[in-house]
């Protein structure tokens, strides 16, 4: 039942894909995090003088028009990147899920909002909510992991009622009725715990989709104000250098393609695993 | 009984809708700190033209005045007067619709058939190499940012080869095919990972219905692969696959969004990044409610369509209404 143990458990097929995707994630974010605390207390600075070098033994991807190392910059922007979308998706997590258990476990009254909140908060794109976000109170990392968790709550809102409507069907939540459990109870030893396998898959597959759009949202300059670099602003930066110097356009993408392959692939490993798990027992 | 009346209450939930997502965007935007008749004449305007602009803007009423004025403007197809261009907002929103409608609906048409046609035959390679090769490619361009793709293109199709112009938009004046070529890249850079996500579903969405016991019996009846494709897997599939496809749609719209900024595209999503950056809060309001009440129009046509082409849906308990 422990989900550690889920996830770790030897079966028959060690999952390619899982430590793929774990070593498409790690092999960006480990090195950047590296980064990411060599650069907290001084930003990256700013040498003229060293603009546009070809790759040395010193910057192994050469320097960008403001003469920082193209690597080491697209790597710290790929860590606040990725702290961002992860931290919307704990918070839509959170919200969302919430939401939709309590649907599932309450009354209809309470269904009808779920609904509503559903329906009204999925015909808002992610860039929308954005705008209108900057527009209120300008731009910022607080507004940014606000428009993209309010996009993605709809979504787990729909998840959460479902699964845990689903549960609650089943014979083993009324023998713990029978047994005169509080439903408080029933909910946090029964129901929450067997949901976890579903969530965390549509929480790694939400992790990828928010990184996209994050990527375009700081792109578009709705992100994070300038000193704190993302993946998405530094693309905007280096874009009018596509034809003489390619590359530069080429690092930060790669590095946003592999985080998104990597938890993409995670994520349906993990749903591959939990699918073999559930046919075993 | 309830299928008579459910036309109705799906059409009034679709309603219902808009009025709550026109009411967030309009008193949203009332949070706004500052006056924008003083934002428009300056801060050494004289009181009395500020009162008088304040008239001329309404802002001298009461909220939910203002808000009674906004709306039933809406029906009538006045969108209020821009604060940058001092222009009907209607008249900016024609003009640059122009360029986002088509490329939106390029992309689109070429998303959906091309995901739909990728999907069903890698379904039906089920487990070869080919379907490997297929499904490998499909990952990765599911996980590139439509921009990043963009910005490729324009490098090598644009810049290198000059297949296409790199940016811009040449307009519908001087006939279709120049205003078009400046639409095929950006297109393309919007569709392709649309579709990849799209092939995905659609291959488990057929390969869950290939494994039915009635394809079975349909094979078994002495039915050719290709009319137990035609007559029995895909109309069974289709629907599933709908869902996706308008779970997409708002994507898509973000999308265009990104995009016309990659190639200088002036079209809605232009429009309202300038009208963000400007505070130009009429603007702002008819660019986001335009693209929800697509989103919420969409959303219904595609689940009316989705009923329609489901029958043992509608023929369970009491269907499934909105």
Redesign the interface.
């Known amino acids: 039942m422990n989900i550690l143990k889920r996830i770790t458990s030897d079966t028959r097929f060690p999952s390619l894909g899982l430590a793929l995707g774990s070593a498409c994630v790690l092999g960006v974010l480990v090195p950047g995090a590296v980064l990411w605390l060599a650069h907290l207390h001084a930003t990256f600075g700013i040498d003229i003088h060293a603009r546009l070098k070809p790759p040395t033994f010193a910057h192994w991807l050469g320097t960008d028009p403001l003469g920082r190392d193209t690597l080491a910059f697209s790597l710290v922007g790929a860590v606040n990147s990725y702290g961002i979308s992860y931290l919307s998706m704990v918070l839509a997590l959170g919200l969302g899920t919430g939401l939709g258990v309590l649907a599932a476990a309450a009354g209809q009254k309470t269904k009808i909002i779920a609904n ?1 909140v559903v ?2 908060g ?7 909510i954005a ?2 976000l ?3 109170c300008g731009a910022g990392v607080v507004q940014e992991i606000c428009a993209l968790a309010i996009f993605f709550i709809p979504g787990f809102v729909r998840l959460g009622q479902q699964a845990a409507a689903n549960i609650y069907a089943q014979d083993y939540i009324a023998a713990a009725r029978l047994s005169a459990l509080t439903p408080w109870r029933i909910l946090l030893r029964h129901v929450l715990p067997n949901m976890v396998p579903g969530l965390l898959v549509q929480f790694s597959v939400n992790v ?1 989709l928010a990184m ?2 994050e ?2 949202l700081s ?4 992100g994070a104000p300038p000193p704190l670099p993302e993946l ?1 602003r530094i ?1 905007a930066s280096y ?1 009018v250098h ?2 003489d110097h ?1 590359h530069l ?1 080429a690092v930060p ?1 790669v590095v ?2 592999l985080l ?2 990597g938890t ?2 995670v994520g349906d490993g993990l749903r591959d695993r939990f699918a073999r798990q559930e046919h075993i027992s | 009984m309830q299928n008579f009346l459910w036309p109705f209450r799906f059409i009034g939930s679709r309603l219902v809708l808009l009025i709550l997502a026109s009411l967030i965007i309009f008193f949203s935007m009332t949070l706004l700190p500052g006056d924008p008749a003083e934002v428009l004449l300056g801060v050494d305007a004289q009181p009395d033209t500020l009162a008088a602009l304040h008239h001329q803007l309404g802002l001298d009423q009461s909220l939910p005045v203002q808000y009674w004025h906004w709306a039933t403007g809406l029906l009538h197809g006045n969108f209020g007067q821009s604060y940058g261009y001092n222009v009907p907002v209607w008249s900016l929103l024609l003009e640059r619709l122009q360029v986002s409608l088509p490329l939106a609906g390029i992309a689109l048409t070429a998303a959906v058939t091309l995901g739909l046609l990728l999907g069903v035959f890698t379904a039906t390679q089920r487990g070869t190499w080919l379907d490997l090769a297929f499904m490998g490619a499909i990952q990765f361009t599911k996980a590139v940012p439509d921009f990043w793709l963009a910005m490729l293109l324009t490098g090598f199709f644009a810049l290198s080869l000059h297949w296409f112009p790199a940016g811009g938009f040449a307009g519908w004046e001087q006939g279709g095919s120049a205003a078009l070529r400046s639409l095929v890249l950006p297109a393309v850079a919007l569709a392709l990972p649309q579709a990849a996500v799209l092939a995905r579903y659609t291959r488990s969405a057929v390969i869950a219905v290939l494994d039915e016991p009635f394809i079975l019996t349909a094979r078994a009846h002495g039915l050719s692969e290709r009319q137990v494709l035609c007559r029995h897997v895909l109309p069974r599939s289709l629907p599933s696959v709908l869902a996706v496809v308008s779970l997409q749609i708002p994507l898509l719209l973000s999308g265009t969004i990104i995009v016309e900024n990659v190639f200088n595209l002036k079209g809605t999503g232009a429009l309202l990044l300038e009208a963000v950056n400007q505070r130009d809060v009429p603007v702002v309001q008819a660019c986001v409610l335009l693209i929800v009440a697509v989103v919420v129009v969409e959303k219904g046509l595609l689940q009316w369509l989705e009923m329609r082409l489901s029958p043992w849906l509608a023929s369970g308990r009491n269907g499934r209404a909105a």
């Open positions: 509503g329906e009204l999925i015909a808002f794109p992610p860039i929308i705008a209108l900057v527009t209120l990828a996209l759009a990527t375009g792109y578009l300059g709705l998405g693309l874009q596509i034809y390619p356009v993408g946003v393609v998104v392959l993409n692939m």
